[in-house]
């Protein structure tokens, strides 16, 4: 399956298998990843599994401050990629294939992509 690792702001390390079932992230208490940050929506981002595709996918659900995906402001619904950055208020969030048992190898997998981005940047 995949996961969501937020990789800043308080909550870093935190993560969410996504299964192949709809997933919803934002500031609401019902929510399986919520996301305590006041440029936050209720509900901010919607990330799905297109069963047809074999393929998750982003989507803005109309939030104020927007979502980011790699730097780039989205408005339809958008394909994920491994390692994909997404940012929503003042929180990145990192895109995966992988899932992970604890928080910790969710942050030990994040910082390995980190040093690959490095490496390849310096070549």
């Keep these: ?11 870093k390390g935190e993560f969410l298998p996504l299964g ?3 997933n919803v992230i934002g500031r609401a208490e019902n929510l ?10 209720r509900k901010h981002l919607r990330i799905f599994f297109d069963q047809d595709a074999g393929k998750y996918y982003a ?4 939030s104020k401050h927007g979502v980011f995906l790699n730097k780039h402001k989205i408005t ?4 994920l990629s ?17 899932d992970f048992e604890d928080k910790e190898s969710a942050l030990s997998h994040y910082k390995k992509v980190g040093e690959q981005k490095r490496s390849t940047l310096g070549q």
């Design 76 to 79: 339809d619904v958008v394909a």
């Design 82 to 98: 491994e390692s994909d950055e997404i940012l929503i208020g003042n929180v990145t969030l990192m895109f995966t294939d992988k």
């Design 20 to 22: 192949k079932r709809t």
């Design 32 to 41: 399986p990843l919520q996301i305590l940050d006041r440029l936050i929506s």
């Design 1 to 11: 399956m995949a996961s969501i690792i937020v990789t800043s702001g308080e909550q």
């Design 59 to 62: 989507e803005d659900l109309k």
